[in-house]
């Protein structure tokens, strides 16, 4: 059994860095899509750079992105040589990836939250909008769809980053089991 623990920690590992990597990079590339047209006098285009909370959610990718793409090697290593300890070193690199990866979960979090918590807020504004100042309109209703829309895919950009939140504190709980079974 202890030969099956010892290919399969790192795999997971792997595995698991691999999948944040990808909801990461579905996570950006929908907020950096993610944009509202409004016509008007002047004609407005909104985007994640009109809310400080979309920016937040936007650098917390990137940052995820490249934290996880410095990380595969280390996980890959780990794989190669069947190595239970995180990072491929000793005792004292594998509990500062466990610190690391905690800090990584915690600004994942940190930017779900925000992105999530600003979505629900605007959104809700814009529920009693009226666009073109008559209610039930065509293009009133297509302003409607629009705003939506726009929220609807920065709330799954932010949904995917808890994913990835998840993913991350799931490589944490097997990092420390790793750790604890090795002394």
Known sequence: MASRTTAALPSAILILRLLTLALLVASLALIAADK????????QR???KDGHAYRYVLAVAVLGCAYTLLHLPFA???VARRKRLVGGGGEDVALLLVVA???FALLLAA???AGLGFTHDA???FDGVEFGGTGGSPEDDRYQRDVDRFFDLASAS????LAAAACTALMI????YSLVKSQ
Request: proline residues 6%; glycine residues 16%.
């Open 36 to 43: 509202l047209n409004v016509d008007g006098d002047p004609p």
């Open 46 to 48: 909104f985007t994640f």
């Open 76 to 78: 890959a290593v780990g």
């Open 101 to 103: 990866d905690v800090a």
């Open 111 to 113: 930017g779900d939250g």
């Open 123 to 125: 959104k809700r504004y």
């Open 158 to 161: 932010a949904g995917l980053m």
């Open 173 to 176: 709980i097997l990092s420390v």
